[in-house]
């Protein structure tokens, strides 16, 4: 359809911003804008990849807006929801449109004055029990890659918030997304939505299974025959100046496979890309103090034009790979499936380059869901004119499976996860703190319109095992059949925590309180991962051996009856992490001693501030120690001993600057307010002497004039 067609269907104002964007809109949005899309009808898109979904979304935020109402787009990838907040905010500039994902400490009021939120999935859930102040008068809200649905760690979040919304926004338009839903019209019957179905790829995507030197899709073409598929396959793309993306089920060999493209495509480097990779080569390997062996790897590949790509990595290094690779000059990312959702990037080609991984019971077949996702990827409009898939197989069984279930195979149905007791209990309490209902009836009726239950799967026993759990640990009372949280309770739901995290931390705080003197970090710490708030991390047989016998001699407060004993084992080993990086170790030293790669230890850092956050408002509630949780904290925000944390008050002050300063014997806010700038310039360098001088100064005069 034209846009001039499409003109009837169109509010003026949102006509107006799109008439020079667009020319003809593709068939799912044709569909979608004839279907009620800018009549608020509720929509579910299930399309292909590529098939221009992101603009349905656009037109339905656009058309909220000029209905003065809020729009809220909802991903559940960070990555994703930047890059759609970025092309928003470049699209609209003048529109407020502001980006949330997730920090406690965030400043939610600017949310209140934005009219279109990008959020995650979390984020959504934690301001909807904030007694919803920043949630009002919405006007839609975008599911995108709403198939995630049947993701066992984000699917009930999603499916919560999703059952949540209806309840409290029952006229908010709202459109979900997906390429890769098996049963659209269950999902579209749930969400009470129109369904729109379509096969149509802008870009013609031709898939081809690699084996034994030949690619295969109806016929054969011989490509090369060397010693591996993925070098045949590579030394093929190669020759036809193909950029690719290639895919591998873990960090291990996604590493060993760039290593072997980068001895193919290094010399067939020009000097111009050379030099241009070795800038990114050289930012990607210096953003810790010290580089650790992983920044040696990824920036050494670089250098020769392929990178890996996978969460070990820290975000500043994968966005810099990912530009190198939006730039042409990185040509081959070997990728972990984390980058397969919704991303436009300029790959020509993808390559699968096993379809197996590991899972509960061995190695098992990935779902044709998630390979199509990462297939997805390829031949992007923006980019390509046609794209190519390639999967390979390494024998004739892997051959048989592939043609059946990945080429010829139907999409897998999205199933409910909610069926698992931390799910129920924790949005029990969230429920009954929201004050949305009152009696247990109507909390089972809440529970009756969640897309697990459409498929008639009963939870009465499990929720009432949710209301035991919570009356029992004083979260919430029942007085006469009437459901309301306790102060703990809410303040356990405010933190966003699972219940039963509370539970592990109250039992902490108690039991130190009445300690005389100082509760070691370790200690705490300890208590901290025990939680299940952090991925549970299997030790092997010799580490288990090793941090058992340790236990013995450790004082340690967590409850051992409450908690699992190999978590428990498994948490003395992350303390010792996390005990050496406030006792100053670098990232270098976390990598080489616990095979903690960086990307992974923020992750983990920025859940501890989290916990820590949480531990301190439970400790000053129930009267435990927040001073102590509260310097441990700031010290794992910076990686320091206890003795910088005067210094690092300073804003201009990090982990670096503060040892420096404390090792030439300027060790406390007074002793830095005295020195010289000349000779503050010598140590830090001019700008950071000034920046600090003019801010103690600053704050002097504002101490003085209150
Ligand atoms: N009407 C149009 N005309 C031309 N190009 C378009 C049109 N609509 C979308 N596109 C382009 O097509 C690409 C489609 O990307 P989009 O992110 O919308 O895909 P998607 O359907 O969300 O796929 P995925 O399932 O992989 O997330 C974008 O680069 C976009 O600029
Ligand atoms: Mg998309």
Request: proline letters at 3%; glycine letters at 6%; aromatic letters at 10%.
């Given at each position: ?29 044709a ?25 349905i ?12 109402k ?15 907040f ?5 699209e ?15 400043n ?17 859930d934690?301001?909807?029990r904030?007694?919803n102040k ?19 760690g ?14 409290i926004?029952p006229?908010a338009?709202i459109v ?5 839903i ?5 999902i ?23 084996f ?16 591996d ?9 190669i ?34 890309d ?15 103090d ?10 050494q590949l ?6 890996f790509?996978?969460a070990?990595?820290i975000?500043?290094q ?10 042409g ?15 436009n ?13 590991y899972?509960?019971?061995?190695s098992?077949?990935?779902p044709?869901?998630e ?43 999205i ?14 309490l ?16 809440f ?9 008639g ?12 759990f ?10 006469n059949e ?14 966003y ?20 003197g ?18 549970f991390?299997?030790l ?20 051992q009856n ?12 992350m303390?010792?992490?996390i005990?050496?990086?406030?006792n ?6 976390i ?17 501890l ?15 435990g ?11 794992i ?6 003795e910088?944390?005067?210094?690092i008050?300073?804003p201009?002050?990090?982990?670096v ?8 014997g ?41």
């Amino acid at each position: 359809m034209k846009i001039d067609d499409a003109e009837k269907f169109i509010p003026k104002e949102v006509y107006s911003l799109l008439k020079d964007k667009i020319e003809e809109f593709l068939p799912p949005q044709a569909s979608a804008i004839k279907n009620g899309l800018f009549k608020g009808h509720n929509l579910l898109i299930s399309a292909p990849t590529a098939s221009g979904k992101t603009l349905i979304a656009e037109m339905a935020i656009l058309n909220s807006v000029s209905a003065n109402k809020k729009a809220i787009y909802i991903a559940p990838m960070r990555a994703l929801i930047s890059e759609k907040f970025e092309d928003f905010k470049r699209e609209y500039p003048h529109i407020k449109s502001a980006l949330s994902m997730g920090d406690y400490s965030e400043n939610d009021s600017k949310l209140n004055s934005c009219d279109v939120l990008f959020a995650s999935t979390e984020k959504i859930d934690s301001l909807l029990r904030q007694s919803n102040k920043y949630l009002v008068d919405v006007g839609c809200i975008i599911y995108d890659e709403i198939h995630l649905l049947t993701d066992v760690g984000r699917g009930p979040t999603l499916e919560f918030i999703i059952s949540l919304n209806k309840r409290i926004f029952p006229h908010a338009q709202i459109v979900g997304l997906s390429a890769t839903i098996g049963n659209a019209e269950d999902i579209a019957d749930w969400l009470g939505a129109d369904l729109i179905k379509s096969d149509f790829r802008p870009v013609n995507l031709i898939k081809k299974v690699y084996f034994e030197g030949e690619l295969v899709n109806g016929k054969k073409e011989h490509i090369n025959l060397v010693e591996d598929p993925l070098s045949d396959i590579m030394l093929y793309l190669i020759k036809n100046n193909k950029q690719a993306l290639i895919f591998s089920q873990t960090k291990k060999s996604a590493i060993a496979n760039a290593k072997l493209i980068s001895k193919l495509i290094e010399p067939k480097l020009i000097s111009r890309d050379r030099i241009a990779l070795s800038e990114i080569a050289n930012e990607v390997l210096n953003v810790l103090d010290r580089p650790t062996s992983q920044c040696e790897e990824v920036s050494q590949l670089i250098r020769s034009g392929v990178a890996f790509h996978h969460a070990g990595l820290i975000n500043k290094q994968r966005h810099a790979i990912e530009n190198g690779f939006r730039a042409g000059l990185i040509k081959y990312i070997v990728a972990t499936p984390t980058l397969a959702l919704g991303v436009n990037l300029p790959a020509n080609t993808v390559v699968i380059t096993s379809v197996y991984r590991y899972g509960n019971y061995g190695s098992e077949a990935v779902p044709k869901l998630e390979i199509e996702q990462m297939l997805g990827r390829a031949g992007r409009p923006k980019y390509d004119k046609e794209g190519m898939a390639i999967i390979i197989a390494r024998n004739e069984r892997d051959f048989a499976l592939i043609e059946k279930k990945y080429i010829d195979g139907d999409i897998e149905p999205i199933v409910s996860k909610f069926n698992s007791e931390s799910a129920i209990r924790t949005y029990t309490l969230a429920l009954i703190d929201m004050g949305l209902y009152t009696n247990k009836q109507d909390i089972e009726a809440f529970f009756g319109t969640i897309f697990l239950s459409y498929f008639g799967i009963d939870i009465s026993d499990k929720l009432e095992d949710a209301f035991d759990f919570l009356e029992e640990h004083e979260f919430i009372i029942n007085e006469n059949e009437k459901l309301s949280t306790t102060k703990t309770g809410k303040l356990i739901n405010r933190l966003y925590l699972d219940p039963y995290t509370g539970v592990i931390l109250i039992s902490f705080i108690t039991k130190t309180k009445g300690e005389r003197g100082r509760v070691d970090p370790f200690s705490i710490l300890h208590a901290v991962f025990c939680t299940e708030e952090f991925k549970f991390i299997p030790l092997s047989q010799s580490e288990f051996q090793k941090y058992e016998e340790e236990s013995y001699g450790l004082k340690l407060y967590t409850d051992q009856n409450i908690v699992d004993y190999e978590r428990f084992i498994a948490a003395i080993k992350m303390s010792h992490v996390i005990s050496d990086w406030i006792n100053e170790k670098s990232e270098k030293f976390i990598e080489e001693e616990y095979h903690v790669l960086p990307g992974e230890f923020y992750t983990i850092l920025e859940r501890l501030r989290w916990i820590t956050y949480s531990m301190i408002e439970l400790s000053r509630a129930l009267g435990g120690k927040a001073n102590e949780i509260g310097k441990l904290s700031t010290r794992i925000k910076y990686g320091i001993k206890e003795e910088l944390l005067p210094l690092i008050a300073v804003p201009e002050i990090g982990r670096v600057r503060a040892r420096k300063l404390f090792s030439v014997g300027i060790k406390t806010l007074a002793e830095l307010k005295s020195t010289d700038v000349r000779r503050l310039s010598d140590l830090l360098g001019l700008k950071t002497a000034e920046k600090i001088y003019s801010y103690l100064h600053e704050k002097e005069t504002e101490n003085k004039l209150i």
